[in-house]
């Protein structure tokens, strides 16, 4: 792998720039569960319903951008080192591949879990009027924890990248 200047390689710029965007995501999340809508703001009016919008939306819709980010600059610089390693030696290891391919998957199964965790809380977090709730006519409210559980899957899925391009860099070594 190239040496910058000042001696940093490419794969900890990359991997600097995964858990930078990864903590903003997750940073995004947490703050998101503080400011999401809550029961008590729900008004009625006889069978209708109404919520107000609230900045959860925007953050959850921000984490969601940073996160998709993070996976993709991760997740492809690590296949990329992989391609890369096939093609210059064919003797490498069965076992380190398979690793690396798990990793990969397990990435973007937590990744995914996370998406659909903040974009249904953002949605519901978004304002709901009267008579045109979220789904059916009807207000929901995105329950505690939820954008905190997806915090978590963000911090899973950073963890994987950062071990994916660890697993691609031993394998390209070897």
């Known amino acids: 792998m190239e040496k910058w200047s000042r001696g940093v390689s490419c794969r900890d710029a990359i ?34 319903c109404s919520l107000p919008k609230s900045s959860a939306f925007e953050l959850g819709v921000a984490a969601i951008a940073f996160l998709s980010a993070a996976q993709l600059v991760g997740t492809t610089a690590a296949a990329t080192t992989m391609c890369a390693a096939s093609k ?22 937590t990744f995914a879990l996370a998406v659909v965790l903040l974009a249904t809380a953002a949605s519901m977090n978004h304002g709901q009027r009267y008579g045109r709730g979220w789904m059916d006519g009807d207000c929901y409210v995105a329950r505690n924890g939820v954008f905190a559980g997806a915090a978590a899957l963000v911090v899973v899925t950073a963890l994987l990248i950062v071990g994916l391009t660890s697993a691609t860099k031993s394998s390209a070594a070897a």
């Open 15 to 48: 991997c600097g720039i995964v858990v930078l965007l990864s903590a903003t995501a997750f940073s995004c999340s947490l703050a998101a569960e503080f400011r999401k809508v809550k029961d008590k703001d729900m008004k009625l009016d006889g069978s209708l």
């Open 88 to 109: 210059h030696s064919k003797s490498s290891t069965t076992r380190r591949r398979v690793g690396s391919v798990a990793l990969l998957v397990l990435s973007w199964v």
